[in-house]
């Protein structure tokens, strides 16, 4: 785990870990958390998120330069036209103080774009992220605005929130949809009066952080569902910032997969892999239902193997020809089809709830959600 006051890169397993573990985790800086008994997939791709985060005294270097294999100054890689509007209006906003939410699927870089933001904007405090879904609805409150000693029972002593932690910064509210709808009202406040009411406090204190918030999924929708706040989703998408997926800007994948090698090489203590013109090809062609954050995981396991490995592109391949092999009925409901497919996918997941919501591209609670609303109906 390092010595006291280095930063901790490790790995916390544990059966089915409760909403105190999973905070105390956090304030350790553990951020992976995987329940037993342990997937080896999930497994590896902890460890890769391991090894590519950078140390917290390192969460605002200097930005790289310029250079012709595509990268900018703000780090995001690939030359495509998709890309291209994306790193200008970066660009554009990241000075200015208004909120952005970011709108892209799993694995399209949306924590990237919003260190981005932060690093290239004039603010001088820290980059504060956090997963709106991976906490406890009843203790999200007290992580975000803090808690006064004696607010609760486990109210020990007085806590700054997240929002006092980014002073002067930027938080990043991930998956922002998964917000309970009651705390949505609070936050609301939070952005309108730049002020918070920590938990069990009797008056609200100033605070100073720029909001940057993501999603998955299409608000808009979730809006007119009763699923979001209106109000909330105005105040938030003053700039809309849409991430391509990979299957968009293909002609990026060379690129990325340089990029990955070199860095994961270098990571890793090995020599990197020559990927000839036919294995350039194989990636370019494939959909890339995982985003980036997928071929950053097939260029991994092209190091550990030595060259890149039919498996994981034929597995995905797989999957979808048995998916349209499993028709469903064309008088069924949308929602029945959701259903169906969760449950394909929990079942190929071999019952692993965390995999399977990671796949499908939602929050585990949101997926036992899912499950308890099926089997009751």
């Known amino acids: 785990l390092g010595r006291v006051g280095t930063p901790r890169r490790a790995i916390l397993v544990c059966a089915e870990p409760d909403a105190d573990t999973a905070i105390t985790a956090m304030r350790q800086g553990i951020q992976d958390m995987l329940t037993r008994p342990v997937d080896v997939e999930e497994l590896l791709q902890a460890v890769a998120r391991q090894l590519a985060r950078r140390p917290a005294a390192e969460t605002r270097p200097a930005p790289p330069r310029l250079s012709a294999a595509g990268t900018s100054r703000h780090a995001i890689i690939g030359n495509s036209p998709a890309i291209k509007r994306v790193k200008a209006l970066l660009d554009r906003v990241a000075p200015l103080p208004g909120t952005v939410l970011i709108h892209g699927e799993t694995g399209t870089g949306k924590e990237l774009v919003a260190r981005a933001i932060h690093n290239h904007s004039n603010r001088k405090g820290a980059f504060v992220p956090v997963n709106c879904g991976a906490i406890a609805p009843d203790l999200l409150e007290s992580e975000l605005f803090g808690h006064t000693k004696g607010a ?17 910064g930027t938080l990043f509210l991930d998956e922002i949809s998964e917000m309970p709808l009651a705390l949505e009202v609070k936050l609301l406040r939070a952005l309108e009066e ?95 239902p995982g985003n980036v954050r997928e071929l950053r995981n097939v260029i991994e396991r092209t190091l550990m193997l030595g060259e890149l490995a039919d498996e994981h592109l034929n597995r995905e391949g797989r999957r979808r020809t048995d998916r349209a092999a499993a028709a469903y009925p064309l008088d069924w409901s949308l929602e029945q089809v959701k259903d169906h497919h969760i449950r394909r996918v929990l079942e190929d997941a071999g019952g692993n709830k965390s995999a399977a919501a990671r796949r499908l591209g939602i929050s585990r609670k949101t997926l036992e959600r899912r499950l308890s609303t099926a089997e009751t109906d």
């Not at 809006?223 to 391509?244: A, I, T």
């Open 152 to 168: 609760f029972t486990s109210a020990h002593q007085v806590r700054e929130g997240l929002f006092v932690a980014a002073k002067r």
């Open 194 to 288: 730049s002020a918070i009411r920590p938990v069990g406090a009797d008056r609200e204190i100033p605070v100073d952080a720029r909001i940057v918030a993501s999603t998955q999924h299409d608000l808009g929708e979730l809006v007119q569902k009763g699923e979001f706040r209106e109000d909330l989703y105005f105040r938030l998408n003053v700039v809309n910032l849409r991430l391509p997926p990979l299957r968009d800007r293909l002609e990026d994948v060379p690129l990325l997969a340089e990029h990955f090698m070199r860095r994961l090489a270098t990571d890793l203590g090995i020599e990197p892999v020559a990927l000839s013109d036919v294995a350039m090809e194989r990636l370019q062609a494939h959909d890339w």
